[in-house]
C-alpha cells in the first residue's frame, strides 16, 4: 500500500449554530488542509498519482471556498461548516476527480485544521 499526503489552505468566514455560543457570531479561519490519497499499485512510471495533479485538484477544491461565507456555500445548506464537514465535502469532491484514474487511488483521509491546535478528519 502506498500512501501520498498534500496539503493546501483557504480563509473563510463561518458561524456554527449549537456548537457553543461564541461560534454563533460570524467569525472566520486559515483553514489548513491535508489530504491523503492510497493505493496498492504504481503506474508505468512508477508513481502511485502524480503529486502535482493532486496538488492541483485541491487547489480547485480548495479555492471552492476560498474567501467564502461558509453558511451560504451550497455545499453547506443545511448543515454547519464545521471542520468534520469542510473535511467530508473536500474528501467527496476529491473522490470524483479520481474516478478518472480507475479506482486505483481512494482517498484515504482529508484533514482540515482550524488552528494550530484543532482538526477534524473525515475518512470515507
Ligand atoms: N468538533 C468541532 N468543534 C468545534 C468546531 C468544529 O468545526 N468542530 N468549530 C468551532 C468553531 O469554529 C470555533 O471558531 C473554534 O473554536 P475553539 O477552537 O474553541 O476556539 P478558539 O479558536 O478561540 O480556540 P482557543 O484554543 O480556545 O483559543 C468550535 N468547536
Ligand atoms: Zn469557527
Redesign the pocket.
Known amino acids: 500500500m502506498y500512501e501520498l499526503r498534500v496539503t493546501g489552505d483557504f480563509a473563510a468566514a ?1 458561524q ?1 449554530h449549537n ?2 455560543e ?2 454563533e457570531n460570524l ?1 472566520g ?1 486559515n483553514f489548513d488542509v491535508e489530504a491523503a490519497v492510497e493505493g496498492e499499485e504504481l503506474n508505468e512510471a512508477h508513481v502511485l498519482m502524480d503529486f502535482g495533479l493532486l496538488k492541483k485538484h485541491l487547489r480547485e477544491i480548495l479555492a471552492s471556498l476560498d474567501h467564502c461565507f461558509l453558511n451560504e456555500h451550497p455545499a453547506f445548506a443545511g448543515k ?1 461548516a ?3 464537514n ?1 473535511a467530508r465535502f473536500i474528501a467527496e469532491n476529491l473522490s470524483e476527480r479520481l474516478l478518472p484514474l480507475g479506482g486505483g487511488v481512494r482517498v484515504r483521509r482529508v484533514r482540515v485544521w ?2 494550530a ?2 482538526s ?1 478528519a473525515y475518512y470515507p
Do not use: G
Open positions: 463561518h456554527l456548537v457553543t461564541k461560534c467569525h479561519h454547519n464545521s471542520s468534520e469542510i482550524e488552528s491546535r484543532a477534524a
